[in-house]
Each structure stands twice: as structure tokens, then as C-alpha cells.
Nanobody
Framework: QVQLVESGGGLVQAGGSLRLSCAASGRTFSSYAMGWFRQAPGKEREFVAAISWSGGSTLYSDSVKGRFTISRDNAKNTAYLQMNSLKPEDTAAYYC????????????????????WGQGTQVTVSS
């Protein structure tokens, strides 16, 4: 079992930055691939970014590529999402997710690929 707790959300002006954190419980965090998703009111949950358990592979949605950076610190059992150049359309609840992975470079983009989810943290970008 893995429990995930997100933090770092808030209100920011367009063009600003935020860094989200996802703290995981359990001693096997380093064997879990991680992902970030977001969901705006009235919309489906969408993929934002993913990282392999080794940290050697990352993947981003086109809408955030070049602005967001996913990373992880396995020694701290924490994954991060650095969000720069934020836009009003980035406003959403952001969720981190985890799943076990046998391969060090695998990343996963589907919400159904993940086993564990955090409770979400709200990001609001004002224009």
C-alpha cells in the first residue's frame, strides 16, 4: 500500500510559478512510477506528466511541455511538479498517482494505469 499526499497548491497570477509536492508513505517508493493529473470543473481528469521509478524517463502532455517539470527524490519519498509560466487554463485540482513498475524507464499516461492516488491540491491561476 502507498499513501500519497499532495501539497503546494494555491492562488497565483498568470505567468507565475508553483511547485507541487507529492509525499509518499511506504518503503518501496523507489519502485513506483509516478504521474501527475489534473481535473478542472466540468472536465475529465487529464494527464499532465509522468516519471519512471528511476527518474530516467519523463513524459509531458503537449499543453504543459516546456513549462512544467516533473522530478522525484527517492531518498525523500517525494515527487514534484514544478510549474512555470502558469496560465489561467492551468487552473484545476492536481493529483499525483503511483503504480508499481518492473522496468526502470517505464512511464504511464493513462489514469487507469495507476493504482494509488492522492487527495488532490487546488491550483488557481488568475488572469
Amino acid at each position: 500500500q502507498v499513501q500519497l499526499v499532495e501539497s503546494g497548491g494555491g492562488l497565483v497570477q498568470a505567468g507565475g510559478s508553483l511547485r507541487l509536492s507529492c509525499a509518499a508513505s511506504g518503503r518501496t517508493f523507489s519502485s513506483y512510477a509516478m504521474g501527475w493529473f489534473r481535473q478542472a470543473p466540468g472536465k475529465e481528469r487529464e494527464f499532465v506528466a509522468a516519471i519512471s521509478w528511476s527518474g530516467g524517463s519523463t513524459l509531458y502532455s503537449d499543453s504543459v511541455k516546456g513549462r512544467f517539470t516533473i522530478s522525484r527524490d527517492n531518498a525523500k519519498n517525494t515527487a514534484y511538479l514544478q510549474m512555470n509560466s502558469l496560465k489561467p487554463e492551468d487552473t484545476a485540482a492536481y493529483y499525483c498517482a503511483a503504480r508499481g513498475s518492473a522496468y526502470r524507464r517505464n512511464v504511464f499516461v493513462g489514469a487507469n494505469d495507476y493504482e494509488y492516488w492522492g487527495q488532490g491540491t487546488q491550483v488557481t491561476v488568475s488572469s
